[in-house]
């Protein structure tokens, strides 16, 4: 089943220790935060529970010494949400990191890809 | 909670396509069945069902032109595995992949921990 046009796609998580982790789906929450101005649209377009993407936010702020999202519940607007400075430099740390670890990691890729069977899969 | 000296550690996963994607579970799962002869047990040490461990096997086999494991159920020593020089080269493939992408990575692993707080947290 998969398309020879697509190229593989990686995720990278960084493990920095047991409660503290980076990896795609903190990534693009805190992407979606910024787009959207919202941390419950942000979670909705992920299919995420309100719940859930507010304990990501709050596991996010806790990792970093400033916190990466500011939110404000209620007001004229029902509240709102920005990504920081520090946000957005921890996002950008890490697309770059996604980046720069895929082209060290394309002649692999292209190797394993190699191995594999072609073309689509009936099943 | 997280130890300032371990270092942090990456998990890295390829999605080749919807059902065909290799990572550190899979890698690891070779690595076990090489030492131990045994599908079952390479499982066991994962704390993964004997189920578990044969879909994996099975799925991996079948993403590849050559089988990565072969195995004997049965037989005089209850059965046993091998990892092929197919799946010695995928996971040779996967592990030197690792090993560049984190060195890749480790200015921006090196930025984001400066972004961190520090030392252990009491919670």
């Known amino acids: 089943m998969s398309d020879p046009a697509a190229p593989p796609r990686y995720r990278i ?4 220790g047991p409660e ?3 990896g795609p789906g903190k990534a693009e929450l805190l992407e979606r935060i910024a787009n959207t101005g919202s941390i419950a649209a942000a979670g909705r377009e992920m299919g995420m529970s309100y719940k859930r993407a507010w304990q990501l936010v709050e596991t996010l702020n806790a990792m970093f010494r400033e916190p990466l999202v500011r939110s404000s519940r209620g007001g004229a607007r029902g509240g709102g949400a920005v990504v920081t400075e520090a946000g957005q430099a921890v996002l950008a740390e890490y697309r ?28």
Do not use: N, Y
Request: proline share 6%; charged share 30%.
């Open 13 to 16: 998580r960084i493990v920095f």
């Open 20 to 22: 503290e982790m980076i």
């Open 96 to 123: 770059a990191l996604e980046t720069r670890a895929e082209s060290a990691g394309a002649p692999h890729v292209r190797r394993l890809q190699a191995m594999m069977r072609e073309g689509p899969e009936e099943t």
